[in-house]
C-alpha cells in the first residue's frame, strides 16, 4: 500500500469546498483512497471519494493527514490536493 504524509493548505482546513474537490478526484479511481489523522488514534479513516467523511475528520489548517491506497497515482494526487488552498478554486 502507498501512504505519504501532507500538511493541510486549505486555510479553512478540510471543510466544505476543499473537501468537495477532493471527493470529485477521489472518485475517478477505482481504489480506495483513505485520508486520516495520524496523531489521532481514535479517528477512522475517510474514503476520500465522501466529501462527508472527509470533512468528518475535523483536519484543519496546518495539520498533518496520511493519504494511502493501493494506487500510488491516486496517492500523489489526493496528497497534492490536500496540501494546495483550495478554499477558492
Excluded: F, W
Excluded at 11 to 21: E, K
Excluded at 31 to 38: K, R
Excluded at 76 to 83: D, G, P, R
Amino acid at each position: 500500500m502507498a501512504s505519504t504524509t501532507v500538511t493541510v493548505g486549505s486555510t479553512v482546513g478540510l471543510h466544505a469546498r476543499p473537501a468537495a474537490v477532493i471527493a470529485e478526484e477521489a472518485s475517478n479511481y477505482d481504489d480506495e483512497i483513505l485520508i486520516s489523522l495520524p496523531d489521532d488514534d481514535d479517528a477512522e479513516p475517510a474514503d476520500a471519494a465522501s466529501s462527508l467523511m472527509i470533512m468528518a475528520l475535523g483536519a484543519e489548517h496546518g495539520d498533518t493527514v496520511e493519504v494511502s491506497s493501493e494506487n500510488a497515482e491516486a496517492v500523489e494526487k489526493i496528497a497534492a490536493l490536500v496540501s494546495q488552498n483550495l478554499d477558492n478554486e
